[in-house]
């Protein structure tokens, strides 16, 4: 059973029209992480809460915010997407301890922009 | 800046031998590392990690050796199966300067294709 889910698995919205991506987690993990991943790159980390502490990194663009309501869900909402915002964004969650931070990642969900 | 690195983009193995992927890091304060496991359309699955206490970390066919002094690590599968084939990520974390040790820092992936 999925434990980490997302929606929706593709999107296509226009350029400069807002949008939301969402993902839920059934695993009760504190943490829960946005990745943008384009084609053949890394997974870049956007942001993450640590329960309801926001923490961005710093070259995430302003266009990127993010809503955390509970534990189990979480929300990434590009308010004017551009061209180079197609790309496959990621959740994952964790529940840091000690040296081990083992990240589940859900399916993803891959943005067109048109 | 790159502070993990996979230089293979692609590796192709047939069935049965041993499947070598190669990973390279900058930062010396990394001190826990990770292989995870991507097919397409799915996100990335966790595989194998190792801690930077030890060299080396069995799992069934997965095998993953650490480096310190050269920073490199390695994954070893054998004996490869097609089902294997996949992007394989590497990734690290540690004490960073904001004092977190939960976020990862992956490299760009290395596809492996088994032959049958």
């Known amino acids: 059973d999925a434990m980490v889910i997302q929606n929706p698995r593709y999107q296509v919205t226009q350029f400069g029209k807002p949008v939301t991506l969402s993902c839920s987690q059934t695993?009760?993990?504190?943490?829960m992480y946005w990745y943008q991943q384009k084609s053949s790159q890394a997974p870049k980390l956007l942001f993450h809460?640590?329960?309801?502490?926001?923490?961005n990194e710093a070259d995430t663009p302003d266009n990127f915010q993010s809503r955390r309501p509970n534990t189990s869900f979480c929300f990434l909402d590009i308010r004017s997407p551009g061209l180079g915002d197609a790309a496959m964004y990621l959740c994952?969650?964790?529940?840091?301890?000690?040296?081990?931070?083992?990240?589940?990642f859900g399916a993803g969900t891959r943005l067109s922009v048109l | 800046d790159q502070q993990v690195k996979q230089n293979s983009p692609s590796l192709s193995v047939q069935e049965g031998r041993i499947s070598i992927l190669n990973c390279d890091y900058t930062?010396?304060?990394?001190?826990?590392f990770l292989w995870y496991k991507k097919y397409p359309a799915e996100g990335p699955t966790f595989l194998i990690s190792?801690?930077?206490?030890?060299d080396k970390n069995e799992d069934g066919r997965f095998t993953v050796f650490l480096n310190k002094s050269a920073k490199h690590l390695s994954l070893h599968i054998v004996p490869s199966q097609p089902g294997d084939s996949a992007v394989y990520f590497c990734?690290?974390?540690?004490?960073?300067?904001?004092?977190?040790?939960?976020?990862?820092?992956f490299g760009k992936g290395t596809l492996l294709t088994v032959n049958p």
């Open positions: 809460y640590y329960d309801k502490d926001f923490n």
């Open positions: 695993l009760n993990h504190n943490v």
């Open positions: 190792i801690s930077s206490i030890k």
């Open positions: 994952a969650t964790s529940s840091p301890g000690g040296l081990k931070n083992i990240q589940y």
């Open positions: 930062n010396s304060m990394f001190d826990y």
């Open positions: 990734a690290a974390s540690g004490l960073n300067s904001g004092g977190s040790n939960y976020k990862l820092t």
